[in-house]
């Protein structure tokens, strides 16, 4: 079969992939993808999407059960979880579907197949009508992301030991869960299932959950989960996982004894690995660490000609970083000189009841870098927009440099968290200190107002408390 | 705003100067910075940048005209301004034609716009400067009101915004960077947090003494006379030889420049009767177990209550805004082998002359031993370079950017003095005030130069 020469050619269609493959359409460069599973990859199909999809079915079941607080009466009513799940499903497949409309829309080739780098500019795509050879005449981007890890000498069968892509389909729910990892990952699954009445346990190896949180954030979600029912259990090392017919026994050590617990099912959230087997990586010898592919800040790896971006080149394993990530690598390719990407100003955010958001340094990090530090705080409760939603729980959270005002991070727990937490990114970005953010008005009454709040009580006069 | 442009005197031999070319035309508008009109010198042909902002209203020395340094060659104000007076401007000594008249306007009464700058000698980087209209001008174009303003108001800073991230200008701010004087990477060239760490860790060089300039009437040969033949026996050592330079030399070369450059210079120089102060002066040395006391320690003493008094001179450029100092830090240059420094003696105008004295004689020490920590490198609001060791009359110095100006202080001499109709020896001496004229005026530094020379005439104000 003869060889189809492009520009450009992606390995990977996920939020990195698809990106790269965009902007590198953009800048006039002719583009391949190769995608082994579906466009649009893990984020939109198996990951972010879809969780979000039932994170939000969650929310709405957590509202009526709330309806007496609003003064409605609700006749019977059930929540159907295989339903909240076909839901997902459908919100996963028009995402997907989008993709393949925004590569129509870059006149960019898309390939089912796996893909294998032969050379730094050959990629053989295996699909299953057969090989096709792919020759990339500028670079090969590659993209292919990352897949759920699991404890030594713990198979995950996707039956009674699941992993979160085994979970987001499944339509089935468990009577009781085990979570292991209490990550992004473990706790917003323990949140869906928990709203939709499953008994859940979240076990955490570190002393508290969210770990890359603040701790005022961690203590936080702790407290508001076991509020919930959700059982939790932090500083517990896994011993075993053993699968039964009757379900799933987990032998955990804590505090120094040994107990074993008992589930319908187990969870594994304990982290992603990088996907890189069977790239021919190896054989082109693109260099590694601890499984990740190094990179420049333009995102080639060792091998000149050969990019890499997303999950499998490290750093924080997020779609959003994946994409700003596929930006640097196109523009570096089409010859431009891209910002690169600023590891240190990645919003990390976490989607369960109330929602999690931070960037920047914990205060716990910020004072380990002997910097003398400002902390402001504002809980939602003295937010008048809060209060009036029903949302009250949770506060931002403010770390800056005592000096300068610099904004060194920013933590948020509560109503639309995830949203919220930009303002401070953007500050970041344009090095605006709390002065700029104060001198910012705020519409009132909004959710934004505690930020604002916050900022003040960093500079120690907030208004509202 | 009208703004006269003026031949600059571009080098201190310069006395003529020839337009060559015009940048821009007659209605063109100008801002801050703009190449404006190209200029031959005796040395160089030089492109003159702008200083005011508006319309280039009237081109009044034509190209190919040769006119004094300091003659008014073109006028720049916004377009409803009332230029008619600069119609009479003196015409070019052999200048052609210049452009067409102003767009006619009605003749002011009151628009005596600018007398001030146009007459007098005109220092080096005052030749080109930007004059305030008298407020009557403004008002008395209602007819033009309608008119649609220019895109850049004649408030637009003179020589350009900086552009910094509040961050950096925070940081700037309290290690006492000049953002004017970095190069921003960030984004468009923006100075970031990044860039002002980077010029922190720089050391910060000290402000220069001007050299004393040539007489400006020096006559220069025009012809090689014929001379005897003189032969010069051969001699062993090179011609010349290239001496590599300090880091603090360069540093030095590539500073200040961008003091004299950018920073419009004012001088005034006034003479104090010393008399007193150097009688108290011996009167406090001899006291036992009291520290030395130092001409120098007297003049930081009186120039940083004067401070206090002016805080218009305790002022420096600080992008859009003038920043005015409450403190008196002030910068002490310290002549050291291969250059020199300036070490702050922080809030002079809070501490006794004593610890004046015993602070400047430290900090002059370890600044000539290296051992000056980074902080008390930067932050003055003020400097002052005392040259009075090397017998030096008087003297002018280049502002320190940022700082807003700096007092040059020459030795203490016996001169006969008149006084009530008698002769008799006094004690003078002779200081100079270097002023940045974007920030402050002349009659601000004369009345500061006063309080200074009351200070130091009734020296017991120091101690009090």
């Not at chain 1, 990106?19 to 082994?36: F, Y």
């Not at chain 2, 910094?164 to 700037?172: E, G, N, T, V, Y």
């Not at chain 2, 540093?251 to 920073?263: E, G, N």
């Not at chain 2, 016996?414 to 006094?426: I, M, N, S």
């Amino acid at each position: 079969m003869a060889t189809q020469p492009f520009d450009v050619v992606v390995v990977g269609t996920g939020p990195g992939g698809y990106v790269a493959a965009i902007r590198c359409a953009q800048l006039g460069l002719s583009v391949a993808t190769v995608e082994d599973d579906r466009p649009g990859g893990v984020c939109l199909n198996w990951g972010c999407i879809p969780t979000k999809a039932l994170l939000r079915n969650a929310e709405v079941v957590g509202l009526f059960n709330r309806a007496k607080e609003f003064g409605i009466t609700v006749g019977e009513w059930k929540a159907d979880y295989s339903q909240a799940v076909q839901r997902s499903r459908r919100v996963a497949d028009r995402m997907a579907k989008g993709v393949e409309f925004l590569f129509r829309k870059n006149k960019i080739t898309l390939l089912l197949g796996r893909g294998t780098l032969k050379s730094a500019r050959v990629v053989e795509v295996a699909g299953k009508d057969g090989a096709t050879t792919l020759e990339a005449k500028r670079a090969v981007i590659l993209a292919t992301g990352s897949e759920p890890k699991s404890l030594p000498g713990v198979t995950i069968d996707e039956k009674r030991v699941v992993s979160s892509t085994g979970a987001v389909t499944n339509e089935g729910r468990p009577g009781s869960l085990i979570v292991i990892g209490a990550g992004a990952v473990g706790i917003e699954f323990a949140d869906v299932y928990a709203a939709y009445g499953v008994a859940v346990t979240v076990l955490e190896a570190l002393p508290r959950v969210l770990p890359i949180e603040d701790e005022e954030v961690s203590t936080q979600i702790a407290r508001l989960f076991s509020r919930r029912d959700i059982a939790i259990r932090t500083g517990v090392k896994v011993k075993s996982v053993t699968p039964g017919s009757e379900g799933v026994s987990v032998e955990v050590e804590a505090e120094g004894k040994i107990e074993t617990l008992k589930a319908d099912q187990v969870l594994m959230a304990v982290g992603r690995a990088a996907r890189t087997r069977g790239l021919g990586l190896e054989a082109l010898g693109v260099a590694t660490e601890r499984g990740f592919v190094t990179v420049s800040a333009t995102m080639e790896t060792s091998v000149k000609g050969v990019y890499s971006i997303g999950d499998m080149a490290g750093h924080q394993l997020l779609a959003h970083k994946a994409m700003a990530e596929g930006v640097v690598a196109a523009e570096a390719i089409a010859g431009q000189s891209p910002r690169p990407v600023d590891y240190g100003n990645v919003p990390s955010c976490t989607y369960c009841h109330p929602q999690v958001a931070s960037i920047g340094l914990t205060e716990a990090a910020a004072r380990a870098g002997g910097r003398e530090i400002a902390v402001g705080k504002f809980p939602f409760t003295a937010s008048g927009k809060a209060v009036a939603q029903g949302e009250t729980e949770g506060f931002v959270k403010v770390v800056a440099d005592k000096a300068t005002g610099e904004i060194l991070g920013a933590h948020i727990v509560g109503p639309e968290a995830t949203e919220l937490i930009h303002e401070f990114a953007v500050g970041r970005t344009l090095e605006a200190t709390l002065d700029e953010i104060i001198h910012t008005m705020h519409a009132h009454p909004t959710l934004s107002e505690a930020a604002f709040e916050a900022t003040l009580a960093a500079l120690g006069h907030p208004i509202h408390i | 705003m009208i703004t006269k442009v003026f031949m600059p005197k571009l080098s201190d031999a310069m006395e003529t100067g020839k337009v060559i070319k015009w940048l821009k035309k007659e209605g063109d508008a100008v801002k801050g910075g703009d190449l404006l009109v190209e200029v031959e010198t005796d040395k160089a042909n030089v492109e003159i940048e702008a200083f005011g902002a508006g319309i280039l209203r009237k081109i009044v020395v034509g190209e190919g005209g040769t006119v004094p340094v300091g003659e008014m060659i073109g006028v720049i104000a916004d377009p409803t301004e009332d230029i008619s007076s600069m119609a009479a401007a003196k015409p070019a000594t052999s200048a052609p034609a210049a452009g067409a008249p102003a767009p006619a306007a009605k003749p002011a009464p009151a628009s005596a716009a600018a007398p001030a700058a146009a007459s007098g000698p005109l220092p080096a980087m005052e030749s080109y400067q930007s004059v305030p209209a008298t407020t009557a001008v403004v008002p008395l174009a209602p007819a033009a009101a309608a008119a649609p303003a220019p895109a850049f108001a004649a408030s637009a800073p003179v020589g350009g915004r900086v552009k910094a991230s509040p961050l950096a200008r925070k940081i700037a701010g309290q290690t006492g960077v000049d953002l004017r004087l970095i190069q921003g990477t960030g984004p468009g060239g923006r100075i970031i947090r990044r860039d002002v760490e980077a010029a922190q860790a720089t050391p910060r060089p000290a402000a220069v003494p001007a050299g004393a300039p040539p007489p400006a009437g020096a006559p220069r040969p025009t012809a090689v006379p014929a001379r005897p033949q003189f032969v010069i026996p051969p001699r062993p050592e090179a011609e010349f030889e290239d001496v590599a330079m300090s880091p603090m030399r360069a540093a030095i070369a590539k500073r200040m420049p961008m003091s004299k450059a950018p920073v419009p210079h004012f001088y005034v120089t006034s003479e104090v009767a010393m008399d007193e102060a150097w009688a108290l002066r011996e009167q406090l040395n001899s006291l036992d177990g009291q520290p030395k006391i130092s001409v120098t320690d007297m003049v930081i003493k009186a120039v940083s209550l004067a401070l206090i008094k002016n805080p218009g001179i305790n002022a420096q450029l600080n992008g859009q805004v003038i920043r005015v100092y409450h403190r008196a830090h002030i910068g002490i240059a310290v002549a050291l082998d291969q250059g020199l420094i300036t070490p702050v003696l922080r809030d002079c105008d809070a501490k006794p002359l004593a610890r004046i004295a015993v602070e400047s004689r430290d900090l002059a020490d370890r600044a000539r031993g290296g051992k000056l920590r980074a902080q008390e490198m930067s932050g003055a609001t003020f400097s002052i370079s005392n040259l009075g060791m090397y017998d030096v009359e008087e003297f002018s110095a280049i502002i320190n950017p940022p700082e807003g100006a700096i007092l040059a202080v020459g030795s203490v001499l016996q001169k006969p003095v008149a006084e009530d109709g008698e002769l008799r020896v006094g004690r003078r001496m002779k200081m100079t005030i270097s002023c940045d004229h974007r920030v402050m005026d002349g009659a601000m530094g004369a009345r500061f130069l006063q309080d200074v020379k009351r200070l130091l005439e009734e020296p017991l104000r120091l101690l009090v």
